[in-house]
Nanobody
Framework: EVQLVESGGGLVQAGGSLRLSCAAS????????IGWFRQAPGKEREGVAC????????YYLNSVKDRFTISSDNAKNTVYLQMNSLKPEDTAVYYC???????????????????WGQGTQVTVSS
């Protein structure tokens, strides 16, 4: 059974940092794309960052590109999202997701992803 479990969310002041973790079980990262998504109240879910388990290629949402870093530890089947210089507009529930990419180019299109975690709340106060 595929499971994705996020952790690391919380309350932080603007300008602060958080590191989210996504622990995966039931599959190995090879040939999978792992992504982080977020959904703020009243807004649509958007892709934040994704990483390829095959070649380590990475994509970011433009608004987080210089502040967030996605990384993976394939030995631990864990993906991280380091979030620095957090802003109130980063407040959202953050989800980890995965899909079998099979070596093709990965994407931040949420409809490609068929495995999802339960989400972790990130709240940035001004």
């Amino acid at each position: 059974e595929v499971q994705l479990v996020e952790s690391g969310g919380g309350l932080v002041q603007a300008g602060g940092s958080l590191r989210l973790s996504c622990a995966a079980s039931g599959f190995t990262f090879d040939a999978y794309a792992i992504g982080w998504f977020r959904q703020a109240p009243g807004k649509e879910r958007e892709g934040v960052a994704c990483i390829s388990g095959i070649d380590g290629s990475i994509y970011y949402l433009n608004s987080v590109k210089d502040r967030f870093t996605i990384s993976s530890d394939n030995a631990k089947n864990t993906v991280y999202l380091q979030m620095n210089s957090l802003k109130p507009e980063d407040t959202a529930v953050y989800y980890c997701a995965a899909y079998y990419s099979g070596g093709t180019s990965i994407s931040l299109n949420q409809y490609e992803y068929n495995y999802w975690g339960q989400g972790t709340q990130v709240t940035v106060s001004s």
